[in-house]
């Protein structure tokens, strides 16, 4: 196994392996007029920290996201966005266990939050991502998503809103955030991706702890 680290430049895409970081800051999220079932305008994500497995023969992926959440609004939960065959280990927030529900795509996280608070929250989870309908009427559409194919390989399709096909995100394309994504992926693979790259390191060997620098630009999931 590999573990690789680079910097997202454009919105992230898979094939094969990625590691990855986005960064820029965070603005004020509108619920969408197209798909306003998607994302919150509750919430303002700052930055997604992502830690991933991929277990390419049993075609499952193992999470850990950490996720700095500004709440716009006062309120008893909050909610994000994630597919329900992503299955929810644990939710802690501010390293405390937190009470969660996950009903369709809607993860509710249930902590009591502030105007104007920011909160971390780390959500571990697991699952056989798969894709969602298109938006479109496009004939050639594969899905929205995370894609698998037959020998395990991977690769995403992220907009309008594929993104919680495979972690847990504001799924709004008005909440830009920072990204940082680690993934454990099988030797030999290899990424595709608008990104800066960080570095690759053997599984047996300790993972890089630094922050990889930083895009100047904010990006939508």
Not at 82 to 105: E, I, W
Request: hydrophobic share 40%; proline share 7%; with cysteine.
């Amino acid at each position: 196994m590999l573990r690789r680290t680079c910097a997202v430049i454009g919105v992230l895409a898979l094939t094969g392996t990625l590691s990855a970081t986005v960064s820029g800051a965070a603005v004020g999220v509108e619920e969408d007029s197209l798909y306003p079932s998607k994302g919150s305008p509750a919430i303002d994500v700052r930055s997604y920290a992502l830690d991933l497995t991929w277990q390419a023969g049993a075609k499952k992926l193992v999470g850990k996201a950490t996720i700095r959440v500004a709440a716009v609004r006062g309120a008893a939960s909050f909610a994000l966005d994630l597919h329900p065959g992503m299955n929810v280990k644990s939710v802690r927030v501010d390293d405390a266990d937190t009470r969660f529900g996950h009903v369709g795509k809607d993860l509710e996280v249930k902590t009591q939050v502030e105007a104007g608070s920011t909160y971390d929250v780390v959500i571990r989870y697991a699952g056989s991502p798969r894709t969602v309908d298109v938006p479109t009427s496009r004939v050639d559409s594969t899905g929205l998503g995370w894609h698998t194919t037959k020998a395990g390989q991977v690769w995403t399709m992220q907009k309008p809103y594929g993104a919680y096909t495979w972690y847990p995100v504001n799924d709004a394309p008005s909440d830009k955030a920072r990204y940082t994504v680690a993934l454990d992926v099988p030797d030999m693979w290899v990424v595709v991706s608008t990104a800066r790259w960080c570095s690759a390191t053997p599984r047996t060997a300790a993972p890089p702890r630094g922050s990889p620098t930083p895009t100047r630009s904010p990006h939508t999931s």
